[in-house]
């Protein structure tokens, strides 16, 4: 069952990277068009990137902006933003990608107000404004939309009031789209399941060690009633790379840890490693093929064309925290993991590609070693080294707390 749904949607997936490709040349021309006329203030112009799960809409501004939702377009494909401080004198439209059919700002004694038809089950899910950093020099406005297919309308109405009703203010910050929760929520991603078993050990797959490594890091996450921990898959099924990633954006993510152990010809290759998201990631996942066929799926599926612009944007940000957290975690899990191997090297995989939620891929160490597959298999090692991983977590969000009050 689960898998036609995943073939299906890899297979829309691809009929919508063609034209978020075709899409992404005609945005450059359109782009450049409008920002050579100036005629509209505060506005520079306006991209898309996406597909039809996720489409993201970016307004490159002069100056900061915040933005008022006034409908999130659920309800009957209308979403509407004001934009109070903007000017979009003389108007400014455009053909739509992915979930976003057309757009068109036009200027109203309120401010710049943005309509966006959307797909059927399409909503506005977030927004947020990013201040110039990492090589761009000036604001973007940046709307996420999502697909919400089946019953969603049952409860549809009472979202989209509620999200009105709330104001919801854009956050000045490279941060994510979603409201502030309380808690800080920590995706736990336990690599493949169900009909992908992943590595094969002496003493069976590793989808199980996977599994129940992430069962003790939600436990010992939860312990402490700091965080909110979300799995990608809490039993032994096959969750398509795609939906795993959708899950920890639907979560609204604040960490995500992919869990996996390693695996290689040469038995007495062993130890831990851990993997951020890299520039040049096909060409590094690539190297790592022969030792894990997910891997493969995960640089095969990438959908560079959608990556590049639709993560570009704040990949960046979200690299460094995601290099932060793996600097405290290879601090924490050395000397408690097999062996450290290699650690904090970049690959593209798939599941880290959330553009927004700061990720680390943890390779807890060879099944095809058998002193390693000995510690993995072993439930007290198991929950020490998760144990460590937690302590990792709560460093994080420490150095974060601080950083944010300097
Ligand atoms: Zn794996």
Do not use: C
Not at 136 to 156: A, F, I, K, M, N
Request: aromatic share 4%; proline share 4%; net charge positive.
């Amino acid at each position: 069952m689960r898998v036609g749904v995943g073939v299906l949607v890899r297979n829309r997936g691809r009929v919508a990277i063609a034209a978020a490709l075709a899409a992404a040349v005609g945005l450059a021309v359109a782009g450049m068009a409008s920002h050579a006329s100036g005629a509209v203030g505060g506005l520079l112009k306006v991209r898309l990137g996406g597909d039809n799960q996720q489409t993201r809409l970016v307004v490159d501004l002069d100056r900061a902006a915040s933005g008022k939702l006034i409908s999130d377009g659920l309800a009957d494909g209308h979403a509407v933003l004001l934009l109070p401080t903007v000017s979009a004198a003389g108007g400014l439209q455009g053909a739509g990608q992915g979930l976003v059919k057309a757009w068109a700002f036009e200027q109203t004694p309120a401010g710049a107000r943005l309509q966006l038809d959307l797909s059927p089950d399409a909503k506005i899910k977030g927004r947020f404004l990013l201040p110039p950093a990492d090589g761009v020099d000036h604001y973007r406005y940046v709307v996420d939309v999502v697909s919400q297919p089946g019953g969603v309308r049952l409860t549809s109405t009472k979202s989209s009031v509620s999200a009105v009703a709330l104001k919801l203010r854009p956050e000045i910050a490279p941060a994510r789209a979603t409201p502030v929760a309380l808690k800080k929520v920590i995706v736990i991603d336990p690599g493949h399941g169900g009909h992908d078993p992943g590595a094969l050990g002496a003493q069976g797959y590793e989808k199980d060690v996977n599994l129940a490594a992430a069962l003790a890091l939600k436990a010992r996450l939860e312990r402490q009633g700091r965080y909110r921990v979300v799995l990608t898959r809490d039993d032994d099924t096959y969750v398509p790379l795609a939906e795993r990633v959708r899950i920890a954006q639907g979560a609204g993510a604040d960490l995500f840890i992919s869990l996996h152990s390693d695996s290689g010809p040469d038995a007495t290759v062993r130890g831990a490693s851990v993997y951020t998201l890299s520039e040049k990631a096909s060409n590094r996942a690539a190297r790592f093929v022969k030792q894990d066929d997910w891997f493969m799926k995960a640089s095969l599926t990438g959908d560079r064309g959608v990556q590049d612009i639709l993560f570009d944007l704040t990949q960046r940000a979200t690299k460094n925290r995601s290099a932060v957290f793996a600097q405290t975690l290879v601090a924490r899990i050395e000397g408690k993991a097999p062996l450290l191997r290699r650690s904090q090297r970049d690959a593209g995989f798939m599941v880290l590609l959330a553009p927004d939620v700061p990720a680390v891929l943890l390779e807890m160490g060879f099944v095809t070693n058998p002193e390693d597959e000995q510690f993995l298999r072993d439930p007290l090692k198991r929950s020490q080294l998760m144990n460590a991983v937690g302590d990792s977590v709560d460093d994080y969000f420490a150095q974060a707390t601080r950083l944010a009050s300097r």
